[in-house]
């Protein structure tokens, strides 16, 4: 079984700062693309940011030059640094990491359970 843990959500001020977390637990042989995606409340889910295993990372237009995508391969491990947050940021963040669990194994995605972030004006 696999697991994505994540960590980090709250309430924060509008122009305040935010970390989150996420780990893949369980029986891994490699990940390949870890991301973010988030949901606010009647609306559909949308992608935050990625970052591959080696290689560039991407952002959604509303987040860059805010927000930070950076991972920790050998703890499995994917952040989200977010800054200068503003209430429009406010949804449910979900980590997501496309992994294989053996070496002959397809490559499939897995989701974290989701955090929330309230960011108050």
């Known amino acids: 079984q696999v697991q994505l843990e994540e960590s980090g959500g709250g309430l924060v001020q509008a122009g305040g700062s935010l970390r989150l977390s996420c780990t893949a637990r369980?029986?891994?042989?490699?990940?390949?693309?870890m991301g973010w995606y988030r949901q606010a409340p009647g609306k559909q889910r949308e992608l935050v940011a990625t970052?591959?295993?080696?290689?560039?990372?991407n952002y959604a237009n509303s987040v860059k030059g805010r927000f930070t995508i950076s991972r920790d391969n050998a703890a499995n491990t994917v952040y989200l640094q977010m800054g200068s947050l503003k209430p429009e940021d406010t949804a449910v963040y979900y980590c997501?990491?496309?992994?294989?669990?053996?070496?002959?194994?397809?490559?499939?995605?897995?989701w974290g359970q989701g955090t929330q972030v309230t960011v108050s004006s």
């Open positions: 997501t990491a496309n992994l294989r669990r053996w070496q002959a194994g397809p490559s499939s995605p897995y």
């Open positions: 369980g029986s891994i042989f490699r990940i390949n693309l």
């Open positions: 970052i591959p295993s080696g290689g560039s990372t």
